[in-house]
């Protein structure tokens, strides 16, 4: 709804609510009642209800009415639907707590990807729980310098020699210990704490990446959020001019989620940061829509392919294979650099030679390295090059 909202306005914005309330009242009998809460969110109360299955049902034919499309000046739009349930007494006694309970049950079916229903559990409450503590550290962990970088060489795929490193955040939480990136930049992004840290992240790499030899280059993962930001570009461009790294040794790393809130200045932002002479990498492809069209939106230099694939592949998956194949033409014939991402034994890698792929990330060649054995590899490297 909001990708609409930005879009194409308001007006055709609250148009389409419209449409969504009289589709969603039709659906309504006697036995319910509907309401809009605000925004895009909607509730309905079930009266009497003496199976889950009924609710389910209404669940579903929520989703399916609610994703079929609309018409609205010559516009044909597509949205979805996701929803939460919670049952009384069951999961909340008073009004309040059983909305909080349906919405921790609507937050998992939006978390799975949308156009899903899902019922409230206990855990969801331990979950949810589990999360505000994180947040809530999150807040003060780069004042308390709980965050750093490791660094992970990437190589040539023909020869294995260094040609940069990527980026990687860490966070040692004193209690609990480290934390995974793959739990907590979720949670930056949404309490819109990714913006400072992603700020922080992109300055502390240009200055480590400034003392290495100047033939390598560093990579830095930018969250989509930080891009809606228009101060984006000043971010990286005053972290360039502090650390006096020249912008060809800087890559920005984006998913292709960054372009699937259109009409947020994404594209405008990474066009800004081209012309700067900085480079841009499509991460984790074949991950999420992984639509070709994509790699049309703007100039990449690089396309990252999944570790997931790359594992498939030397697994003897054909899809996988021909999809690298075809990946690789693609990249080639655009003149695109194949990262295979998370190539951890020999036979990996082989296949991913014989794929044609033209650089190698991946525990075989290295693990992402604490920042003065990045800095020692580096070195290794350029005495090597000076040598031969
Ligand atoms: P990514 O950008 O795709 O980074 C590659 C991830 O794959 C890293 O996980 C790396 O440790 C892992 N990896 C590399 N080679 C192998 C391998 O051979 N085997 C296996 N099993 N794994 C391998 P990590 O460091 O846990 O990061 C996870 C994700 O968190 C990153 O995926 C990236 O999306 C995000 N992330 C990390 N640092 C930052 C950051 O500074 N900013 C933002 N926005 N996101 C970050
Ligand atoms: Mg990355
Ligand atoms: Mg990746």
Not at 157 to 163: F, P, S, T
Not at 332 to 349: Q, R
């Amino acid at each position: 709804f909001k990708a609409v909202n930005d879009t194409l306005g308001h007006p055709v914005g609250d148009r389409l609510l419209g449409l969504v309330s009289q589709r969603l009242a039709k659906l309504m009998t006697e036995n319910e009642l509907i309401g809009r809460l605000g925004g895009d969110e909607f509730a309905v109360v079930m009266r009497e209800v003496n199976a889950t299955a009924t609710a389910e049902d209404l669940a579903r034919t929520i989703i399916d009415t609610l994703s079929q499309p609309y018409e609205i000046d010559q516009h044909t739009l597509y949205i979805g639907a996701s929803v939460g349930m919670a049952v009384s007494p069951r999961d909340g006694r008073t009004a309040e707590t059983l909305i909080r309970s349906a919405d921790l049950a609507l937050y998992r079916s939006k978390d799975r990807g949308g156009g899903v229903f899902h019922a409230y559990e206990p855990q969801l409450h331990s979950e949810a729980e589990e999360r505000r503590v994180l947040e809530m550290s999150l807040r003060r962990a780069l004042e308390k310098g709980q965050l750093h970088l490791v660094y992970q060489p990437v190589v040539n795929a023909h020869d294995g020699a260094l040609r940069s490193f990527e980026a990687l955040l860490r966070w040692n939480h004193p209690e609990i210990g480290p934390v995974s990136p793959a739990k907590f930049i979720p949670i930056a992004e949404e309490a819109r704490l990714i913006g400072p840290i992603g700020d922080w992240v992109v300055r502390t790499a240009c200055e480590e990446a400034a003392r290495w030899p100047s033939d390598i280059r560093v990579a830095v993962n930018v969250s989509p959020t930080q891009l809606h930001n228009p101060q984006f570009t000043t971010v990286v461009a005053s972290a360039l001019a502090n650390s006096r790294l020249a912008p060809s040794r800087l890559d920005l790393e984006v998913t292709e989620s960054v372009f699937l809130r259109e009409g947020t200045g994404a594209t405008r932002i990474l066009d800004q940061v081209l012309e700067m002479g900085v480079g841009l990498s499509l991460d984790d492809f074949g991950t999420g829509y992984s639509s070709l069209g994509y790699l049309g939106k703007t100039r990449f230099s690089s396309i990252k392919i999944d570790r997931s694939f790359t594992q498939a592949a030397a697994a003897g998956s054909a899809e996988a294979i021909a999809i690298i194949r075809a990946v690789v033409a693609l990249a080639t014939s655009l003149d695109m650099a194949t990262v295979a991402e998370g190539v951890e034994s020999e036979a990996e890698l082989h296949m991913i030679q014989q794929l044609g792929c033209t650089r190698i990330q991946g525990f075989y060649f290295g693990r992402p390295l604490p920042v003065m054995e990045a800095r020692a590899l580096a070195a290794r490297h350029d005495r090597a090059m000076r040598a031969a």
